[in-house]
């Protein structure tokens, strides 16, 4: 049982909490035609590896790298990239391996050294909210062309303006490509 003391104090912090304004509704990403703007309509030219782009640290030109892709951030035009050296686990392990579209067979020092984070901007400077970048899913090797900016925490991201898809690896008979 609530004492009367502690009533009313409940009541007047729910009142509080709720406040007078409106709920705003939520952002809904803009659609596949939100990504669909970044696919290049021609090769962009020589690339260099991940590791090389890491190397050769941020700067203000633009420059094109070349590697395949990790990861895909749902809801945004974000990705990350990974150098060719390291093979994902269905090029060490052909026969038998139940996630060949990662890289869990290198360690996570190697993936680290060898991954660069990819944001595709708006005008705004912010990532763009979309359903995807149209024709990718992970494993495909791309070119994205951006500039290599280091952020507040220190890292390399690729603020990318373009992507150009290479190839598109197969998985075995009887797997199909994570959702």
């Not at 709920?23 to 035609?33: L, M, V, W």
């Not at 970048?133 to 303006?161: F, H, W, Y």
Request: aromatic share 6%.
């Amino acid at each position: 049982m609530i004492s009367k003391t502690l009533l009313p104090l409940s009541v007047l912090a729910l009142l509080t909490a709720c406040g007078s304004e409106t709920p705003k509704k939520p952002t809904e990403p803009a659609g596949p035609d939100a990504g669909a703007k970044f696919a290049l309509s021609a090769d962009p030219g020589d690339a260099v590896t991940v590791v090389a782009a890491k190397e050769r640290g941020g700067g203000d030109a633009t420059l094109v790298v070349q590697g395949r892709i990790e990861a895909l951030t749902k809801g945004f035009a974000i990705l990350k990239l990974m150098d060719t050296a390291l093979k994902y686990c269905g090029e060490v392990h052909a026969e038998g391996c139940k996630t060949p579209w990662d890289f869990c067979c290198d360690t996570p020092e190697d993936q680290r050294a060898h991954r660069l984070l990819v944001e595709f901007h708006g005008a705004d400077g912010k990532p763009v909210e979309t359903k995807g970048l149209p024709n990718t899913r992970l494993l495909d090797l791309v070119k994205i062309r951006g500039k290599l900016i280091e952020n507040a925490q220190g890292s390399l991201v690729l603020v990318a303006d373009g992507y150009w898809q290479l190839e598109r690896p197969t998985l075995p008979d009887g797997l199909n490509w994570p959702e």
